[in-house]
């Protein structure tokens, strides 16, 4: 159950929460990215979160409660794989977004994984499989937790996250214009979990090409990588 923040005040800061149970994962630092990768039983380590030397940022929280409409029923191109390819700089956001505007996004049967994708200029592009897409052009700030956009709060489950939301929205709503990677970490800090717990807090400074990242909530045990 995760959080992912876009903010453009003098500079562009992306924070994500990776909150998960009972999954394998491991981060991978390269010159072109640096990666969170899954352990998938079929297909193996998979690149799904993360941020890449292009300026790019991919998050793929998972919506509750899910949607059955995303659910595969033909040849509509995949969620994870469209984060994938933009993660690898197989793509770039305006081509995902013009696939987002042809056609459906389907995720994977019985769950709903939503994609909240960011560029270098600091664009947004939020996608629901099922129930479709926003595009923000340099928003001040955007938050994306566990429910749904489109719903927003009139459909309720325990792990929505509409108190992380909310939480996330203030703080960056009364944010200064300075804001900056150390503040970035302060949200992230305060609306991190124990119950589904965050297992890696990651902040992406786009002008530097650097991300921040600390793993189970150990805010003063950071590690940073500068990409090329």
């Known amino acids: 159950m995760c959080t992912s923040i876009v903010v453009n005040k003098n500079k562009t800061i992306v924070g994500w929460n990776l909150d998960i149970i009972d999954m394998e994962y491991r981060i991978r630092p390269t010159e072109e990215g640096v990666y969170i990768e899954i352990n998938d039983a079929v297909e193996g380590w998979m690149p799904l979160f993360g941020a890449n030397a292009r300026g790019d940022f991919v998050g793929m929280p998972t919506c509750w409660p899910t949607d059955r409409r995303s659910d595969p029923k033909g040849d509509e191109p995949n969620v994870i794989m469209l984060d994938i390819d933009l993660l690898l700089q197989k793509k770039t956001l305006e081509e995902i977004r013009e696939i987002a505007e042809a056609k459906p996004i389907c ?48 459909e ?20 200064d214009d300075d804001f900056d990677v150390e503040d970035c970490f302060d949200v992230l800090r305060e609306v991190s979990q124990t ?18 990242w600390c793993e189970k909530r150990q805010w003063d045990n950071r590690e940073r990588f500068q990409m090329i």
């Not at 664009?123 to 955007?142: C, M, S």
């Open 195 to 212: 119950v589904c717990p965050t297992e890696v807090s990651m902040v992406f400074d786009v002008a530097e090409r650097t991300v921040y």
């Open 107 to 154: 995720s994977i049967p019985g769950l709903t994984f939503m994609s909240a994708l960011s560029d270098k200029s600091g664009n947004v592009l939020h996608i629901v499989p099922g129930q479709g897409h926003t595009y923000y052009e340099k928003p001040a700030y955007k938050v994306m937790t566990n429910f749904s956009p489109f719903k927003m709060n009139r």
């Open 156 to 175: 309720e489950h325990p792990w929505m996250g509409w108190d992380r939301y909310l939480k996330a929205g203030k703080m960056l709503e009364n944010a």
